[in-house]
């Protein structure tokens, strides 16, 4: 069986790191890991297939498991089954150009990472998740756990993308009721002049500031314009909360964040289910069919 270099593990991670980079964007690990193969080649022993798993690749397995250090290290962050680099993941890419020396200054500092650790978790921390694993097969192990929250979390994004508009204004409304708000007024089907939801925080409404909401479920990022057409409709007593599947643009966020005379709150999709996860035993158990999830537990690795 063919040996795993530091020098092999590090060409995977820089060249995880060059395609994070061209993007400027986090990627979806899928993506990046299709990019990879044109970047850094798998040789012969790569392309083929796990024994235990048919259909997949050594090489997928290896590229996720050499991303173990970089992540330790700070240089990466994984994210609801994005990644993207970090500023010291840039200055590790140009200041260390030798493959080897790269996998080798993050199992430095992945070693560092885990001196911080309570000592009964750095105990069963396997030390060649510094650098290159003992074996193919530790590398396949160690991906297992991160791929099926990657594929949990894509079945959400898409449930969520392709959910009816209105269910989706329900949804946010049974979110709203599940954290303790009154909810006075749903759009109904048709124009509905940039107000979807009217919330309050006592049953009559009779107290301020009253709660104004607008759900998006669109795929692309609302732009500070379709904000400002938001904004204008809160009154000085008002809240606003914008919810969005597609996200904001900067630009959006930066106005969101240094407005003064308008209250807003911003929720993308991420936002969103991490709510939904929060409140979701108080969530009415006919409004949880919007978005039904369960629990799955299992022993979580310490890499």
């Known amino acids: 069986m063919a040996e795993i270099t530091r020098k092999r593990v ?20 899928k993506e990046v890991l299709r990019r990879l193969e044109s970047v850094v080649p798998p040789t012969d022993f790569e392309r083929q297939d796990y024994p235990k798993h048919p259909g997949i690749r050594r090489f997928e397995k290896m590229a996720r498991f050499a991303t173990i ?51 009964r978790i750095a105990a069963d921390i396997d030390d060649s998740l510094a650098e290159a694993p003992n074996s193919i097969e530790k590398a396949a192990e160690v991906s297992t756990v991160e791929e099926a929250e990657e594929t949990a979390w894509s079945e959400i994004e898409q449930h969520l993308q392709a959910i009816n508009p209105y269910d989706l204004q329900k949804l946010v409304a049974a979110l709203l009721r599940a954290m303790g708000y009154h909810i006075s007024w749903i759009a109904p089907p048709g124009p509905d002049k940039g107000i979807d939801i009217l919330a309050h925080n006592d049953p009559l409404g009779t107290s301020t500031p009253r709660i ?22 809160l009154g000085d007593e008002d809240v606003g909360i914008f919810v969005s599947t597609g996200g904001f643009t900067s630009d959006a966020e930066l106005e969101a964040r240094t407005k003064e005379t308008r209250k807003l709150t911003l929720v993308d999709l991420e936002r969103l289910v991490e709510l939904w996860v ?17 629990p799955v537990y299992y022993l979580a690795p310490t890499d």
């Not at 104004?212 to 409709?233: E, T, Y």
């Open 69 to 119: 250090a970089p992540v330790k290290a700070g240089w990466m962050v994984k994210n609801k089954g994005r990644w993207y680099v970090t500023e010291e993941g840039k200055k590790a890419y140009s200041q260390i150009t030798d493959p080897e020396k790269f996998c080798q200054e993050a199992g430095r500092l992945f070693r560092q990472w885990k001196a911080t650790q309570p000592e």
């Open 212 to 233: 104004k909401v607008q759900v998006k479920r669109r795929n692309d990022k609302i732009a500070v314009d379709g904000l400002r057409s938001f904004m204008a409709v």
């Open 10 to 29: 590090g060409e995977l991670q820089r060249g995880v790191i060059k395609i994070l980079l061209d993007s400027q964007e986090p990627l979806q690990a």
């Open 278 to 294: 929060e409140h979701y035993d108080k969530v009415n158990e006919t409004d949880k069919l919007l978005l039904p999830l369960k």
